[in-house]
Nanobody, 126 residues
């Protein structure tokens, strides 16, 4: 079965950096868009970043543009989220996600028809 396992979260001071990883297994990784979402306490889950299956395109939420970078290593079945200049408002559980259908050409993710990791906590202190 498909599994997504996040790692790399932790506690960091404002202005610091963290690099999240998401290791995928159970299907051909290189065929699927990969996403990062986050959910802060009391708030809805929100989109952070996505990368196309062919690595040619990326998409970011306005709130993280210029600070976060998504990348992937298809040989290692892993997607990364480099987070720089972190702010207290970035505090959340970060989730890796991916659609069930391969070779997607839309950034839209149907939450109900996607695979999700268990999440990793990122806490940014002021």
């Amino acid at each position: 079965q498909v599994q997504l396992v996040e790692s790399g979260g932790g506690l960091v001071q404002a202005g610091g950096s963290l690099r999240l990883s998401c290791a995928a297994s159970g299907r051909t990784f290189s065929r699927y868009i990969m996403d990062w979402f986050r959910q802060a306490p009391g708030k809805e889950r929100e989109f952070v970043a996505a990368i196309s299956w062919n690595v040619r395109s990326t998409n970011y939420a306005d709130s993280v543009k210029g600070r976060f970078t998504i990348s992937r290593d298809n040989a290692k079945n892993t997607v990364f989220l480099q987070m720089n200049n972190l702010k207290p408002e970035d505090t959340a559980v970060y989730y890796c996600a991916s659609p069930s259908e391969p070779y997607g050409n839309s950034w839209y993710l149907n939450y109900e028809d996607a695979y999700w990791g268990q999440g990793t906590q990122v806490t940014v202190s002021s």
